[in-house]
């Protein structure tokens, strides 16, 4: 086996390339050191925001002796001058620093309208949004919110470059680091989970195959709603059954076989809490997958199996919901 003792594992976002072009490994805040020259240079997140190595990066600097190896997270850089990052060097990534992502256009300001335009068309604004930085339109995951995790990122590049190559062509990784006290940055953390799958959102805008024969009861008094959300399911090839009430809801439950409840926050005959009590109470139905549909001040309960979507719902995330609730779930309950 090969042995990799002449070099230092780096984790990979740590080595990027600067503004300027330079290519650089992070050792402190406002420090970094040029992998070429040894030379240290200050760094100032504001104005020096950096983008991600690709693979191709990282080649050229192995080329050039610089990097031993390198995978999807850490780079194996060769000796570089020591003296002053021993004496200043601390821990990067702690609680008080969060490093998110976003992806650069070849986009200018005046094109940000038509990008927006462009995603909503295409129903991606559940998948990533475009914003304006440095004149530049970029894009971030949904509702402005940076990518949290490179790996998300780096898959939404390569699906916005596949499926819209016209428009997101020469897109590339980016990434700024901000204070994790700030109430963004708590967004960061709530709305970009690393468990967040693209390919699940993706597939669950087309893929019906996993979902034909399953069943669910539709509580939704609202007759708009209640049509929108029909026709979608009916398109999913989905079985339906109308519920016009909370209790009507909770006898479909019992006699017939289905795999998702999607009722409105209040029904007509009761509160949406306690009918989920009643469910969770009744052993065939505890692990029942339930989306609630409320108004945003109404939500913010955690209740396991449970989804949660803010008026006025998206037809695509709807989708995505249902999908995840019925995808791995047999034909038939128990």
């Not at 080595?15 to 490994?25: A, D, E, L, R, W």
């Not at 780079?75 to 969060?98: Q, T």
């Not at 026709?231 to 079985?239: A, F, G």
């Amino acid at each position: 086996m090969k042995r990799f003792s002449g070099s230092s594992a780096i984790a990979r976002h740590q080595v990027f390339i600067t503004n300027s072009g330079v290519y650089v490994v992070q050792w402190d805040d406002d420090l970094v050191q040029d992998i070429l020259s040894g030379e240290y240079l200050e760094f100032n997140e504001r104005k020096d925001y950096g983008r991600v190595l690709n693979d191709h990066d990282l080649q050229q600097l192995i080329n050039a002796g610089r990097v031993e190896r390198y995978n999807r997270q850490y780079v194996w850089l060769m000796p570089l001058p020591e003296s002053l990052r021993n004496k200043r060097r601390r821990v990067l990534g702690n609680e008080h620093r969060i490093r998110a992502f976003y992806l650069i256009t070849q986009h200018q300001r005046a094109e940000v309208e038509k990008i927006r335009a462009l995603l909503k068309e295409h129903t991606l604004t559940e998948i990533c949004s475009a914003r304006i930085r440095d004149e530049r339109v970029v894009i971030l995951g949904p509702s402005g919110v940076p990518f949290r995790d490179a790996e998300v990122a780096e898959q939404t590049q390569q699906f916005l470059e596949n499926k819209l190559p016209r428009f997101f062509s020469g897109l590339f990784l980016a990434f700024i680091e901000l204070n994790g006290n700030t109430s963004l940055n708590r967004s960061v953390m709530e709305n970009e989970s690393t468990s967040v799958n693209l390919n699940d959102i993706i597939a669950s805008q087309s893929e019906n195959t996993s979902l034909e024969g399953k069943t669910v009861v539709l509580a939704i008094p609202q007759d708009d709603e209640r049509a929108a959300f029909t026709e979608l399911l009916k398109s999913m090839k989905i079985t339906i059954r109308h519920a016009n009430s909370g209790a009507e809801a909770m006898h479909l439950l019992e006699d017939y076989p289905s795999q998702l409840l999607i009722m409105d926050i209040v029904q007509p005959d009761m509160h949406g809490w306690p009918l989920i009590t009643k469910i969770r109470e009744i052993s065939t139905l505890r692990d029942l997958p339930i989306t609630i549909i409320a108004e945003k001040a109404e939500m913010g309960m955690t209740v396991a199996k449970v989804d949660y979507l803010a008026r006025p719902v998206s037809i695509a995330r709807l989708r995505h919901s249902v999908w995840m609730a019925l995808k791995n779930d047999p034909t038939e309950s128990s």
